[in-house]
């Protein structure tokens, strides 16, 4: 899922990339090239006569939020939260379907869009299950990661991976606050931010097979009916999932003339996901079981290895 998600990035990004267009200039008659600037939907798009905002604005934006999020679980304001989710999830599968949607004849594609996202979002915070989260997941953090690309620059993102990296260890190892909200989300508000995946022991699976087999044709009881069983669940936040996204998109604006398929700045980005793919595979490989990691220390140094066999041996 992680894989296929990134690759839908790459997708969504380039259909919001700068548009380059050759003109004769007048007065030399000379060819130019110039780039004109890829339209998000529902007004997102930054103003061009605004400057675009800072390393340290994003940084600061970044902790509001994150601020933000830790007063409305502290009081568990679970409805403030849940319309949070739903206004979030809604905007960015809206801008991922617009990007599809950019390639087909239809009109109205922005109505269209959102028509499609409303409903889904619907059923992901307020009737979840595994199938439509996960589903979900694979379009929303392209459409968010399309909103961050065009203000932030190569040197930004480099900053900005490494601070969330120093950031995700110190909330997993030291204060547990990931843990805590994640938590939080699952069994307060039914809905996690991230990809999450559950699975039950051979033994539980037993349990239940003989259960339904004793009560084949018959009514089951509620006490029956009702009984727990522990599930394990594996679980990737989705900032592990986004910032590779993010930083594949960066590159590819920054990069255009690298085109692969078509696709300008292609040749960085599959280097910078390849490299992010090993940073996680790492986890899987050489970590515990039941034990909880900071998945962005292990993709950042991936994306550095990425981005240095890429200045190697293409750049």
């Known amino acids: ?28 008659g000379e ?19 605004e400057p675009t905002p800072g390393f340290l604005s ?118 547990g606050i990931m843990q805590k909200m994640a938590k939080f989300q699952m069994s307060e508000l039914k809905i996690f931010g991230g990809f999450l995946v559950p699975s039950i022991s051979k033994k539980v699976k037993n349990q239940i097979a003989k259960i339904k087999q004793k009560y084949k044709n018959k009514k089951m009881p509620k006490k029956i009916k009702d009984k727990k069983f522990k599930v394990n669940l594996a679980i990737l936040g989705g900032g592990d999932v986004i910032f590779p996204i993010i930083t594949a998109g960066v590159f590819m604006w920054a990069y255009p003339n690298q085109v692969l398929f078509g696709i300008g700045g292609l040749i960085p980005a599959l280097f910078i996901i390849g490299g992010a793919l090993i940073g996680l595979t790492s986890i899987f490989l050489f970590s515990e079981k039941g034990k909880a990691y900071p998945a962005m220390p292990y993709i950042t140094t991936g994306i550095f290895l990425g981005m240095l066999v890429w200045r190697m041996f293409v750049f």
């Open 1 to 28: 899922m992680f894989v296929v998600t990134q690759f839908i990035g790459v997708f969504v990004i380039n259909a919001y990339a700068p548009v380059s267009h050759t003109v004769i200039n007048p007065a030399t």
């Open 31 to 49: 060819s130019e090239i110039i780039f004109t600037e890829g339209s998000l939907p529902f007004g997102l798009q930054t103003p061009q006569d």
């Open 58 to 175: 994003i940084v600061f934006a970044f902790a509001l939020a994150f601020a933000l999020i830790f007063i409305l679980m502290k009081y568990k304001w679970k409805m403030v939260i849940r319309l949070w989710f739903f206004f979030v999830v809604t905007l960015s599968l809206g801008i991922a379907f617009n990007a599809f949607l950019k390639y087909t004849t239809l009109t109205n594609i922005s109505v269209i869009a959102l028509a499609i996202a409303i409903p889904l979002s619907f059923f992901k915070i307020f009737k979840p299950n595994p199938y439509t989260h996960n589903l979900t997941e694979l379009l929303i953090y392209p459409g968010i990661a399309a909103v961050f690309v065009p203000i932030l620059t190569p040197i930004s993102i480099i900053g900005l991976l490494i601070l969330i990296s120093i950031y995700d260890m110190w909330a997993v190892w030291r204060s």
